[in-house]
């Protein structure tokens, strides 16, 4: 069966620091794979999607960057944290397509202090 | 782009009783609807889903309906255990050929004993 792991549960960084969250995916190959963003009591917010190796699309202009450097390993990174990065970050793949069957992560509660 | 928006924002309703949300988006070409159930400090989890050659899908407790000329969904949930209290978004595929969804803001809903 599939899972999915992401670490760490929890981070608590300075502003000003480098973040990297790492997200991979088992027993599919060739994932969608997505990074969303959720601040405190709001909705889901999809930061980047990747269909395949090295390629990279962003919803949305950041601090933040992702990469993709092997099938079922995603990766999302800032050199440098702001205040608003503050968050919870979900790593998420489907097989189908429009995003289909979407299997999220546990999680990283980010705090950027 | 799609937009997706829900109601109510907040939901509260006696144990037992039945609940409904209510779901609107703007792309008449999205095919595909999810609702994803989070609780408290977890992830979001696919609860059910709905294409649109479908009017209506059932699974035990929940049912999904699809109004495809007034592009509406809807959640119900019947006989409501403390269990269900959770926060519900819903979602619907984006037609753009990329592989991903449009999430609402989601619901609150409560249960109450």
């Known amino acids: 069966s599939q899972t999915i792991h992401q670490w760490p549960a929890t981070l608590v960084q300075p502003v000003g620091s480098p973040l990297s969250l790492e997200c991979t995916v088992e027993?599919?190959?060739?994932?969608?794979l997505y990074w969303y963003r959720q601040a405190a009591g709001r909705g889901l917010q999809l930061l980047f999607y990747s269909v395949g190796i090295g390629q990279i699309s962003s919803e949305v202009p950041q601090n933040l960057s992702a990469s993709r450097p092997q099938d079922r390993q995603f990766i999302l990174s800032s050199k440098k944290l702001l205040l608003s990065d503050s968050g919870f970050y979900l790593c998420?793949?489907?097989?189908?397509?429009?995003?289909?069957?979407?299997?999220f992560g546990s999680g990283t509660q980010l705090s950027v202090l | 782009g799609e937009n997706v928006e829900q109601h109510p924002s907040t939901l509260s309703v006696q144990e037992g009783d039945s609940a409904v949300i209510k779901c609107t988006y703007s792309d008449s070409a999205s095919n595909y609807f999810p609702w994803y159930k989070q609780e408290l400090g977890k992830r979001p989890q696919l609860i059910i889903d709905?294409?649109?050659?479908?009017g209506e899908k059932k699974d035990q407790r929940i049912a999904v309906t699809l109004n495809k000329t007034a592009k509406h969904f809807s959640l119900h949930i019947t006989e409501t255990q403390p269990e269900d209290s959770a926060v519900y978004f819903c979602a619907a595929s984006i037609t753009d050929g990329n592989n991903r969804l449009a999430f609402g803001k989601g619901n609150q809903v409560v249960v109450i004993p």
């Open positions: 027993g599919t190959s060739n994932p969608n």
């Open positions: 709905i294409r649109s050659n479908v």
């Open positions: 998420a793949w489907s097989v189908g397509g429009f995003g289909e069957k979407l299997f």
